[in-house]
């Protein structure tokens, strides 16, 4: 499945399970909401003044979870628990 980012404004719909703009699921767009949101807060709460230094760096270090997670898998290995 390929990540496909809201593209905001007309091309947004809230009918149906999924938004006819960026073809992901209404729970899915809602859950990355969310953890926007998290990162926000924590950021916030820490007073971080370089933020996409922060925020760079929290994308790098999951983009290689991920990628670790995937390749374990495909391995038949078991990795972190996702999600809990």
């Known amino acids: 499945m390929q990540f496909s980012p809201c593209k905001g404004g007309d091309f947004c719909s809230k009918e149906g399970s999924h938004c006819s703009g960026c073809g992901r699921s209404h729970e899915e767009i ?3 909401r969310d953890l926007v949101f998290a ?3 924590f950021a916030v709460e820490m ?3 370089n933020v ?3 925020t760079a ?3 790098d270090k999951a983009a290689k979870n991920v990628r ?3 390749q374990l898998g ?3 290995g078991i990795g972190i628990p996702v999600g809990k």
């Open 39 to 41: 990162i926000t807060r």
């Open 74 to 76: 495909q391995m038949g």
């Open 57 to 59: 760096f929290v994308g």
């Open 47 to 49: 007073g971080y003044e």
């Open 68 to 70: 670790k997670q995937q």
């Open 52 to 54: 996409e230094d922060f």
């Open 30 to 32: 809602a859950k990355t």
